[in-house]
């Protein structure tokens, strides 16, 4: 079983910054990617960023140069810094995690999601 616990949603004003952080735990034996994705009212959720085991990293078009993807040294904690932020980046963000729990058997998890407003 793998949990994952989020936080750090919230609102802010158009311009402003939010860090969102995504804790892994349970009984993983490796992580292949960990990834923010976000789902708007009447909207499909949608790939923000991830970043892989050997730290690749892709984003979506909408965030390049504002939202930076990160993980701890633990590779089992991973943050999405938000800086510059729109009205239309207002959503619910939701933390995905992949990996291995034991041979064989792979694992692809969701946080419970956080809500981050913001306002123009």
């Known amino acids: 079983q793998v949990q994952l616990v989020e936080s750090g949603g919230g609102l802010v004003q158009a311009g402003g910054s939010l860090r969102l952080s995504c804790a892994a735990s349970?009984?993983?034996?490796?992580?292949?990617?960990m990834g923010w994705y976000r789902q708007a009212p009447g909207n499909q959720r949608e790939l923000v960023a991830r970043?892989?085991?050997?730290?690749?990293?892709n984003y979506a078009d909408s965030v390049k140069g504002r939202f930076t993807i990160s993980r701890d040294n633990a590779k089992t904690t991973v943050y999405l810094q938000m800086n510059s932020l729109k009205p239309e980046d207002t959503a619910v963000y939701y933390c995905n995690v992949a990996g291995v729990i034991g041979p064989n058997r792979s694992f692809s998890s969701w946080g419970q999601g956080t809500q981050v407003t913001v306002s123009s």
């Open positions: 970043i892989t085991s050997i730290d690749t990293t």
């Open positions: 349970g009984s993983i034996f490796s992580i292949n990617t």
